[in-house]
């Protein structure tokens, strides 16, 4: 929250005289190039609304076939909700485990020497260049189908995010009750346990609930490629035709993301 | 009485200091305060007095001359032995460095870590059988209605006196200060240094303040030290230090 602060609030006073014939232009230039590029993505994406609305009756078909969603079939969600929900709990919780110990290491102010700075920002790097659907892919490779690839994804992936934005909470940490209970006569311990930890932990649970819901809509997909969970029903009854259960089981995806949303939400509200 | 132990002198002989860059930053600077003493170090920005300061704290080693506080040759001492010694200095810096989240008795109780390390303490556990002490420091700093409220929601003055009440919950033998005003409106000012000078005249701690504000200096110090370019310039009781003295202390910076 407070690096959007420092991006958002000091542009107004970032602004630097300009000559009035120029801030004039400057707008117009702009709006301009915009166009342009807009242009080029329009022609690359190959879009034809003709095709819309020529395939509006394929789009009604799919819909009336959908309805009522098939409630009959709402016990069998159950399992692959809860596996789709442990997936991110699994993911987020090994992903918190590995992740504080690399931002410890990844931050300016608490690496113990240059190399293991580096080499922590290069796997933090890598875990978070790497999209959560094609760690999937691996691991669906290397240990077959199922959730457990699915967590892996999830836990790998998170590792990057969570990793980076750990090492920032530890690099803006006020040092000065760090200073202040060093020079009272407190052990190292001490002073970790009683104003470090104090002081970046609200910081840390809020990013990682904020994480395990991120998780819950990754897992969602994930299922997609074979690891497990309502993606993989979703799938099977895509390719069954049966959109009466396509339909139930969005509903059912609406639902768990709406109330992950709103518990995360109120979470992080509680601890800040 | 909070000091168990009893005040014990600061003494500083012949400070010297050159930074690794080849700065001189203090060149000989003497200094001893008493028991019962408040001495205020003023000067330019530059003129050495922060890092006397720190170099009195055991923070900083000088390049030659010698620290004792209440006995201990803080200059002869390292690791270990050097930070049992420096607990017998409390410390004040400018901001009051607390832990924002934690209540206000919290943080008094973290100045007496020191004296309670364990497995539970280094866990996170606070010495809650100091609890009443704590209550008697922030009692000290007036503020012991506050006891309960968390550490956020102080005022800058209150937040001050919230660390000096976790400075004295350490039981020091002597009271360092870095520029304890700085970041104060005037009030808030007067009110740390009125907290300072009964450090000194009531619980008979001797008192080392850096300062930028004359005026404040010569009010509440028995003694004031002007340096420039980490030299001693004058040591003199406050009454008897003239408005010239100052204005040429501060000039210095030119010269």
Redesign the interface.
């Known amino acids: 929250m407070n690096r959007i602060e420092q991006i958002v609030l000091p542009s107004e006073q970032r602004a630097t005289p300009r000559t009035p014939q120029a801030s004039r232009a400057l707008p117009f230039l702009g709006v301009f190039l915009f166009l342009v590029l807009l242009g080029q993505a329009a022609i690359v994406v190959q879009a034809r609304p003709q095709d819309l609305i020529s395939g509006a009756h394929g789009m009604a078909d799919i819909l009336r076939r959908s309805f009522p969603p098939d409630f009959s079939k709402i016990g069998d969600t159950f399992e692959p909700a809860l596996e789709t929900l442990d997936i991110a709990l699994f993911g987020t919780t090994a992903a918190v485990i590995m992740a504080l110990p690399l931002a410890v290491l990844a931050a300016r102010n608490t690496t113990p020497a240059r190399p293991f700075y580096f080499a922590a920002r290069a796997i933090i790097a890598l875990c978070r260049a790497v999209p959560d659907l094609v760690w999937a892919l691996l691991f669906v490779t290397a240990v077959g189908l199922g959730p457990f690839p699915g967590a892996l994804a999830v836990s790998v992936h998170s590792v990057g995010m969570l990793g980076r934005l750990f090492s920032e909470v530890v690099e803006d940490m006020?040092m000065?009750?760090v200073?202040?209970?060093t020079?009272?006569?407190?052990?190292r311990?001490?002073v970790f346990?009683?104003?470090v930890?104090?002081?970046v932990l609200?910081s840390l649970l809020g990013i990682a609930l904020y994480r395990l819901d991120e998780n819950i809509r990754a897992s969602l997909v994930l299922g997609f490629v074979g690891a497990g969970g309502l993606g993989f029903q979703l799938l099977t009854a895509m390719n069954l035709f049966q959109y009466r259960t396509v339909s139930l089981l969005l509903l059912v995806t609406f639902a768990i993301v709406m109330v992950a949303e709103r518990l995360s939400a109120a979470l992080r509200a509680q601890i800040s | 009485m909070i000091s168990a132990a009893g005040p014990g002198m600061i003494e500083a002989e012949g400070l010297v200091m050159r930074y690794p860059t080849g700065r001189l930053a203090l060149d000989g600077a003497t200094l001893a305060v008493a028991p019962g003493e408040l001495v205020v170090v003023l000067g330019h920005n530059g003129s050495g007095k922060s890092t006397m300061l720190r170099c009195i704290?055991g923070?900083l080693r000088p390049t030659a001359g010698m620290v004792r506080v209440a006995g201990a040759e803080l200059t002869r001492l390292t690791g270990r032995r050097l930070?049992?010694a420096?607990?017998a200095?409390?410390?004040i810096?400018q901001?009051a460095?607390?832990?924002?989240?934690?209540s206000v008795l919290a943080n008094v109780l973290?100045?007496t870590?020191?004296?309670h390390?364990s497995v539970a303490?280094?866990?996170?556990a606070?010495p809650w059988s100091e609890a009443a002490f704590a209550e008697q420091c922030l009692d000290a700093v007036g503020l012991v209605s506050l006891a309960r409220q968390r550490a956020d929601t102080l005022s800058g003055g209150q937040a001050q006196r919230v660390?000096i009440a976790?400075?004295l919950a350490?039981r020091p033998r002597a009271v360092l200060a870095d520029e304890p005003v700085a970041s104060l409106d005037p009030e808030a000012a007067e009110e740390i240094m009125r907290l300072l000078r009964s450090l000194a005249s009531d619980e008979g701690m001797p008192v080392v303040c850096v300062l930028h504000q004359p005026a404040l200096a010569c009010r509440y110090a028995d003694r004031i030290l002007g340096l420039s370019q980490g030299r001693t310039v004058f040591l003199e009781r406050a009454e008897s230090v003239t408005p010239h003295q100052i204005t040429a202390l501060y000039e210095g910076r030119a010269a």
Do not use: I, K
């Open positions: 006020d000065g009750a200073e202040a209970l020079m009272s006569g407190a052990s311990l001490q346990s009683h104003a930890v104090p002081s609200p | 704290a923070l930070a049992n420096r607990m200095l409390g410390m810096f901001h460095h607390l832990v924002r989240r934690r973290c100045g870590l020191g004296r390390r303490t280094s866990l996170g606070l660390a976790r400075a350490q």
